[in-house]
Nanobody
């Protein structure tokens, strides 16, 4: 397993959750890590990405609410999700890209997904 995601669960609207993704093996050489999500009946969406050097980017719908961070010493990228909304309900996946282009077109490794459910 190259990427191991954790931290999903159930939250109420307005609440918070924190997701983490730990890279192992070859994936530790990533240059970009990202969080995607797939909501029921919808296509996969890029939520946030961060470079190895710590430069973040976000989709407009989560700006000001989500924060992506990196702890390179632990090969871990986290997604702090605050002010959660029911529309944030989805399976969240972390992904790693080895290429140094930001944002990358494709990702080389994917985590297994973690479910986030936000109740109204």
């Amino acid at each position: 397993v190259q990427l191991q995601a954790s931290g999903g669960g159930l939250a109420q609207a307005g609440g918070s959750l924190r997701l983490s993704c730990v890279a192992s093996g070859v994936a530790r050489g990533f240059n970009v890590m990202a969080w995607y999500r797939r909501a029921p009946g919808k296509s996969r969406e890029l939520v946030a990405a961060i470079t190895r050097g710590g430069t973040p980017s976000y989709v407009n719908s989560v700006k000001g609410r989500f924060t992506v961070s990196i702890d390179i010493a632990k090969y871990t990228v986290s997604l702090q999700m605050d002010s959660l909304k029911p529309e944030d309900t989805a399976i969240y996946y972390c992904a790693a890209a080895m290429i140094s282009v930001f944002p990358p077109k494709d990702y080389d490794y994917w985590g297994q997904g973690t479910l986030v459910t936000v109740s109204s």
